[in-house]
């Protein structure tokens, strides 16, 4: 075996027991005396050299932590000594067995219950009842022949008797761990008893002489210290690296608010005033997760499954709808609630109307009234009766439309109640109410319940129903209805429907058939129009969501990636994102064009129920079984063109007032008008202002500021913001710094790679950048002296933050890095989210970086340091870790000073 006992504990109130009882197993010899009594074999067993394992690292209490040292060390393991403390006996925060008691199972695996059992010893540390023991010891046998070790404390050789009872309760293990037998035990009690006088003989030597040796023990004392200080802030900073990394991963899975919650952990709340050691590669691991954070807020308080979540029409409010049986109003901004609206039973469906001012709830308990609500303050309205399972208003707010559990049934006067006319009945396939909808200019209204019913909702004429289709269950090999979501087109002159694996279009004035939409291999769960009508896209039980396009019927798009049923999805408002709801317990926003994941949104812990955008498709809202619902940022990273601008606006490698032009062999630095358009030019010039396009005027300017003679082939030129100095590179492979007024070359770079790229100045004109297929450089523009090198690859494009401070690059490896153009290090590394690259930015105030992609995609990424990031981070943070999400990362239990002011999620 490799380790003669295995250390068993808690590290909440064990620890400083196991650290203990380790070093004392480590330093232990049998006596000689005791040795030369046992049988050959028994002797060499004895005087073998063996390890005690006991787990210390700051490794987080993962499974792949568990596979890869916990379980090898116990099937390694001769004996388990179990500490037996008042946290060993209680589950984890989540219900699970603690670590003590899955430890205690996997050696009865490995030895069984009976040997097992033998080579189990119970020790007993401060606080633990001497009747109850962790795990399975307790069913394992009624009464275990424990050691007690609750006397341990720092100050325990001050107490009389205490150091003998340790002493005993000590040799109590190793006669175990040993195999002494009964006879020989009074040897190793009289060694124990040498030993202690010999410790307390030194003891007293040692007092004698602590005034002579009195300023040295107090200079050892201080050097111990800091020493000590150093072991804990090197522990501290390992942790940090860890848990850093950890959190990066979890990041790249998905998990942005836990790793958001678990990076701030491991950096100083304030780092003027430290509670910990503030590590780079922490701030690094933070700056890469604090952009992935999607989750906003976590709507907490219903007692059941939420079934519906909705935005307001101006995205200020959030309403939600319960089996619990009741609907909550939600500030979405502050995730606070406004109001909780009472129900007999389950609320399945609610809806506001088109101003927002009002909201609408059903039921789907018998007896129980649907109502209208005042959306501001949760006032009562209107009582419109029981039996209304769900309710639509119009699209003007007027009237209103509600349905049982089987159809649509009347319309009413949205503002009192009154019945307007009730609807004709028609169809004969409706056996549960799926969705109530106004066509877009409110002459039509559809019932989905099995069949499809559409009416006049101007009389409450039946038009016409389209009959569901007939599934054969997989399971059961039954015959049932697929009769499931139906839509209006957004103009109303189609309607969609789902059936078996197909989706149809039909004609919204008389139903009749237009497309057939077939590529899903397991019944279609729901569909869904773009705003413009000019795509749909549909969700199944295959996995899949597909998105077609409506003028061809030709597939697009497979979105693939969930891991359950896709069971609804929505286009967002500008037409670009789709939002997909899966019972895989995520949800993912998908690039209409490119096909492509680009977030998934973890954070329930159960099955998905509804999901949707808001207004302005800024954010989106999921409903879940695990009773909450959670507002995300649906555009985090995405620039509108708007946005965009302002980034160009803010470029630092380009002077608004000035424009470069190649006339022949020269290069003129000439007056750019404000008021005269400019035109864009691929060639070997190119002028790095973040496009590394050259703008020149329509017209030769009549006044040239500056001619620069000689220079020709020229590659690439940047220009400082002031105008006084132009860095260039020519074919021929010359980097060069000028001095615009003089129209003398300030230096001549020593660049040895014969292929040079691009060069650019930063906009102060204190340095120059270069780039060549291996490497990128930064210079002294003054003197030509190189002073750091950022990137050993080929970099496509760079340019300076507006402060000069910072360079960012894409480089050929895929990503963009941003460097510190004083000492190269680098200080963020992203992953390209689009596969071409055609512009870079910072923003005029330097603290966020913008990229544009091929197919008009905008990314931005916080670039900001310090104090700065961990408020950003904290002004991102949806919720910190819970208590089983620290207690799994070895984290205190109550932190000393709560991240961001808040406690632990329980």
């Avoid at 380790?22 to 004895?46: G, H, I, K, N, T």
């Avoid at 200079?219 to 800091?226: D, K, L, N, P, Q």
């Avoid at 230096?747 to 004109?765: K, Q």
Wanted: include cysteine.
């Amino acid at each position: 075996m490799k380790y003669r006992a295995f250390i068993s504990y808690r590290r909440q109130d064990a620890s400083g027991v196991a650290r203990w009882l380790r070093r004392r197993l480590l330093s232990y010899r049998l006596p000689r005396e005791f040795l030369d009594q046992l049988p050959e074999e028994r002797r060499v067993d004895a005087e073998r050299r063996v390890a005690f394992f006991l787990d210390t690292s700051y490794q987080s209490a993962n499974e792949d932590f568990w596979t890869a040292n916990i379980e090898p060390a116990l099937k390694e393991s001769e004996y388990l000594i179990v500490l037996s403390s008042p946290s060993a006996l209680e589950p984890r925060s989540d219900g699970g067995d603690n670590w003590v008691a899955r430890e205690i199972d996997t050696f009865l695996k490995v030895h069984g219950d009976v040997e097992g059992k033998r080579r189990i010893i119970v020790a007993l540390t401060d606080g633990a009842p001497e009747d109850r023991f962790p795990g399975r010891l307790g069913t394992l046998s009624e009464r275990w022949d424990w050691v007690d070790l609750r006397l341990i404390s720092g100050w325990r050789w001050l107490r009389p008797g205490v150091a003998a009872q340790l002493a005993g309760a000590f040799l109590k293990i190793v006669a175990c761990i040993f195999e002494a037998p009964q006879h020989l035990l009074p040897i190793l009690a009289r060694e124990e008893a040498r030993r202690s006088g010999r410790l307390r003989l030194a003891a007293v030597g040692g007092a004698l002489s602590v005034m002579a040796v009195l300023s040295g023990a107090l200079v050892w004392a201080i050097v111990e210290r800091t020493r000590a200080i150093e072991q804990r802030d090197a522990a501290l900073i390992a942790q940090s690296r860890y848990l850093g990394q950890t959190a990066q991963k979890l990041a790249a899975d998905g998990h942005g608010t836990t790793a958001l919650g678990l990076a701030l952990e491991v950096l100083p709340a304030r780092i003027d005033d430290p509670d910990r050691p503030f590590d780079r590669s922490a701030e690094l691991a933070l700056r890469a997760v604090v952009d992935g954070a999607r989750e906003l807020r976590v709507l907490r308080g219903h007692g059941g499954p939420v079934r519906e979540a909705i935005f307001s029409p101006d995205g200020a409010g959030v309403a939600t709808a319960s089996d619990d049986g009741t609907v909550r109003l939600w500030n979405a901004e502050s995730g606070q609630v406004i109001a909780v609206l009472p129900g007999a039973g389950g609320q399945r469906h609610v809806s506001f109307s088109p101003d927002g001012a009002r909201l609408v709830t059903g039921s789907s308990a018998k007896g129980d009234d649907a109502k209208i609500w005042d959306a501001r303050s949760g006032r009562e309205l209107l009582m419109l009766g029981p039996h209304v399972k769900m309710a639509r208003f119009s699209p003007d707010g007027t009237g209103l439309a509600i349905g049982t559990n089987h159809s649509a049934s009347s319309i009413l006067d949205a503002a009192s109640g009154r019945k307007l006319f009730d609807l004709q009945p028609g169809g004969g396939g409706c056996y549960r109410l799926r969705n109530l909808q106004f066509s877009s200019d409110g002459a039509r209204l559809l019932a989905s319940c099995g069949d499809v019913l559409i009416w006049d909702a101007r009389n409450g004429n039946f038009q016409f129903a389209i009959e569901a289709e007939t599934v054969v269950d997989r399971s059961t090999g039954r015959e049932r209805f697929s009769g499931g979501d139906a839509k209006f087109s957004p103009d109303g002159r189609q309607v969609l429907t789902v059936g078996n694996t197909t989706a149809r279009l039909r004609d919204a004035g008389d139903g009749r058939e237009l497309m057939v939409f077939t590529g899903h291999s397991e019944p279609v769960t729901g569909a869904s129009f773009s705003p413009d009508g000019r795509h749909i896209v549909t969700t199944s039980s295959d996995r899949t969501a597909r998105i077609w396009k409506l003028d061809t019927g030709r597939e697009v798009q497979a979105l693939r990636g969930h891991q359950g049923a896709v069971l609804e999805a929505a286009f967002s408002p500008d037409g670009s994102t789709v939002l997909t709801v899966s019972d895989d317990g995520t949800a993912r926003l998908w690039h209409v064009k490119s096909g492509n994941s680009f977030a998934t949104l973890h954070g329930h812990e159960l099955r998905l129920t509804s999901g949707g955008f808001s207004f302005d498709g800024s954010r989106v809202i999921t409903a879940s079984f695990d009773r909450t619902a959670r507002v995300w940022d649906a555009r985090l990273g995405r620039m509108s063109a708007a946005e965009w601008a302002g980034f160009e606006r803010g470029r630092s490698s380009f002077s608004g007032e000035l424009a470069i032009e190649e006339t022949g062999q020269n290069v003129r630095i000439v007056e750019r008008p404000s008021d005269r358009p400019v035109f864009e030019r691929k060639g070997k010039l190119t002028v790095d202002d973040l496009e590394e396009r050259l703008r020149v005027l329509r017209e030769r300017p009549d006044r040239p500021i500056v001619t620069l003679d000689g220079v020709t082939k020229l590659r690439s030129a940047s220009l400082s913001r002031d105008g006084a100095r132009l860095a260039t590179v020519t074919d021929d492979g010359g980097f060069q710094v000028w001095d615009v007024a003089s129209r003398r070359v300030l230096t001549t770079l020593a660049v040895e790679d014969a292929d040079p790229t691009v060069i650019s100045i930063s906009p102060d004109g204190a340095r120059v950048v270069t780039t060549s297929e291996r490497e990128v450089q930064v210079w002294e523009a003054e003197t030509g002296r190189r002073l750091v090198t950022l990137h050993e690859q080929a970099v496509l494009r760079l340019v300076f933050s507006p402060d000069s401070r910072r360079v960012a690059t894409q480089s050929m490896d895929g990503t963009i890095r941003v460097w510190d153009a004083r000492t190269g290090a680098e200080l963020m590394a992203l992953a390209m989210p689009a596969r071409t690259l055609a512009d870079l930015a910072f923003s005029p105030d330097g603290t966020r970086l913008a990229a544009r992609f091929d197919q008009g995609l905008v990314f931005a990424w916080t670039v900001r340091f310090g104090q700065d990031l961990i408020d950003e981070a904290c002004r991102r943070l949806a919720r910190p870790l819970s208590y089983a999400e620290r207690e799994g990362f070895f984290l205190d239990r109550e932190p000393k000073i709560p991240r961001c002011g808040e406690k632990p999620w329980d």
